[in-house]
């Protein structure tokens, strides 16, 4: 099992940055990759970037040039930096970890969330 916990949210101006940081414990060993998703009000989650074990990562078009995704999956240590932030990347955003089982299948598990708002 993989348990993450979320922090660095909070209530910032359009241009503004923040650095959300994801903790995770239990089976870190067993991750796969590692990613930030977000759900703002009325809208479905959608993913925002990923990082694989490997260091290879992954940008939604809309956040592409602006977040930096980075971590340490060996010590289960996950960031998103946020730049140049616009109302529209207001949302909860979401910490996800994918663990492989010894069964070869993969186990997502996702943590608490927090929340990012971009004044409008």
């Known amino acids: 099992q993989v348990q993450l916990v979320e922090s660095g949210g909070g209530l910032v101006q359009p241009g503004g940055s923040l650095t959300l940081t994801c903790a995770a414990s239990?089976?870190?060993?067993?991750?796969?990759?590692m990613g930030w998703s977000r759900q703002a009000p009325g809208k479905q989650r959608e993913e925002v970037a990923h990082?694989?074990?490997?260091?290879?990562?992954n940008y939604a078009d809309s956040v592409k040039g602006r977040f930096t995704i980075s971590g340490d999956h060996a010590k289960g240590t996950l960031y998103l930096q946020l730049n140049n932030l616009k109302p529209e990347d207001t949302a909860v955003y979401y910490c996800?970890?994918?663990?492989?089982?010894?069964?070869?299948?993969?186990?997502?598990?996702w943590g608490q969330g927090t929340q990012v708002t971009v004044l409008s």
């Open positions: 990082i694989t074990s490997s260091g290879n990562t």
């Open positions: 239990g089976s870190i060993f067993k991750i796969r990759t």
């Open positions: 996800f970890a994918d663990e492989i089982l010894d069964s070869g299948r993969l186990a997502e598990h």
